[in-house]
């Protein structure tokens, strides 16, 4: 299928991951025609996810504007968006803010791909911290770079995906600019409130976001599928879904969601593969309150009528092989799933995620929100003049081999050095 044909307006992800802001863009009606990761387990769902969209397994830091044009097939088209999240653990409130972390170094080429693609504007996704402290200064630098090379940036912003119809509080900084030749697009403002917060007198009158119960209550009950312990996927009952868990669960039914429907079993129940607790971690998570961490794990229960925790992803074994702590379900002494996850991140049901738990809640925790990128993604079509339509034609989801990939063999699929990503090491 050659997207190009239909017009859309087209993007480029950098450090796209499994695709959160690919999707939110296609759902604003843009299409994303080359995405660019070095992981080649993301690469790989990715492609699984967007079969007719172009993916580059590769390290940004060894590619030029022209490789990814080429790659993506571009020729005489400008491209209207490059966005994409560089990876600055070094910036984040929970760990040092430290310039001098290498990792902090993909943010400046980020700036260099934007400003040898040119695209008419750009969206830079990265965590709340970026703005406090020593941090504030490679911003100002960054900023300051763009604007020396015929960009034009205002002042950056911090948004809550809780604003934006996610049930999750999850504040991520975004960064937008647009050429010179170009008019500036808004941030977006919000279209919900937090619950169980007071109203103040800016969003008095928006109804609350969706709460965790909103999310998952019409999800089967995993503990009804012993295939489960084994496998991510089994036909299953699925219950009364809120309105908010509809928009999920019906591809192509969201209001102003221009995304491309996907064919999928809506009574199939996947990426739930269970965990094993112990007896004594499952007494101890009936114990906790909602909306109280367990003393012990220091793994938060969600609160059924509240929003889930941000949701973080773990790191490699090069950085000390740290998985972050899962919520606790709310009303079943257990983590909650990866397709629980992504419920709570506003990924669709027909949107699947590696096998491996571990890379599963890695792939959701890493992403940036579908709704929230909706959101930026439709201020940029608003200025862009364009107005998608929907599509009547359903299309293929990719080959289900490639959400099971080892790390060698998802390596081998795109030529890439199987150690291009630190292996986990199992303790």
């Not at 200064?137 to 912003?157: A, D, G, M, R, W």
């Not at 709704?371 to 998608?388: D, E, H, R, T, W």
């Not at 959400?403 to 630190?422: C, F, H, N, R, T």
Request: hydrophobic letters at 35%; glycine letters at 6%; a positive charge.
């Amino acid at each position: 299928m050659n997207h190009f044909e239909t017009k859309r307006p087209i993007a480029i992800d950098l450090f796209a991951g499994v695709g959160g802001m690919t999707l939110g863009f296609e759902q604003a009606g843009f299409d994303v025609v080359m995405s660019v990761d070095i992981d080649p387990i993301h690469c790989a769902v990715h492609e699984f996810n967007f079969p007719f969209w172009s993916v580059l397994c590769q390290d940004v830091t060894q590619l030029t504007g022209k490789d990814i044009c080429q790659a993506a097939g571009i020729v005489h088209q400008e491209i209207d968006v490059v966005c994409g999240g560089p990876p600055c653990q070094g910036f984040s409130l929970i760990g040092k803010r430290v310039l001098q972390d290498e990792r902090n170094a993909l943010v400046f080429h980020f700036l260099r791909l934007v400003l040898e693609l040119q695209p008419k504007y750009f969206v830079m996704e990265n965590v709340a911290g970026m703005a406090i402290g020593k941090s504030q200064q490679l911003l100002k630098e960054l900023i300051t770079e763009f604007e020396k090379n015929n960009y034009q940036v205002p002042s950056y912003q911090v948004l809550n995906a809780a604003n934006f119809g996610v049930p999750q509080n999850r504040q991520r900084l975004f960064l937008l600019g647009c050429r010179q030749d170009q008019r500036l697009a808004d941030y977006p403002k919000p279209i919900t409130k937090l619950p169980k917060t007071n109203s103040t007198l800016l969003n008095y009158h928006l109804p609350n976001s969706p709460t965790v119960a909103d999310a998952l209550l019409d999800l089967p009950t995993i503990e009804d599928y012993p295939e489960l312990l084994k496998q991510d996927a089994v036909k299953a009952e699925f219950g009364k879904p809120s309105f908010y868990s509809q928009q999920l669960r019906e591809s192509g039914i969201r209001e102003n969601d221009y995304s491309y429907p996907r064919c999928y079993d809506s009574g199939l129940l996947t990426s739930s593969l269970r965990t094993k607790h112990s007896k004594q971690s499952m007494a101890r998570f009936q114990a906790t309150p909602p909306g109280q961490t367990e003393p012990i794990s220091r793994f938060y229960k969600l609160d059924p009528e509240g929003l889930c925790n941000t949701l973080r992803a773990g790191t490699a074994s090069n950085r000390g092989a740290f998985t972050s702590p899962r919520p606790i379900h709310p009303y079943v002494p257990r983590c909650i799933t990866v397709r629980e996850a992504a419920r709570l991140h506003s990924y669709p049901d027909w949107f699947r995620f590696h096998v491996t738990k571990w890379h599963g809640f890695r792939q959701v925790g890493n992403s940036v929100p579908p709704f929230l990128a909706c959101a930026i993604a439709q201020q940029i079509i608003k200025v862009l003049g364009v107005s998608p339509s929907k599509f009547n034609h359903w299309y293929q989801l990719g080959d289900e081999s490639l959400l099971q990939l080892e790390m060698s063999k998802a390596a081998q699929l795109y030529g890439v050095p199987s150690d291009v990503i630190a292996p986990r090491i199992k303790k």
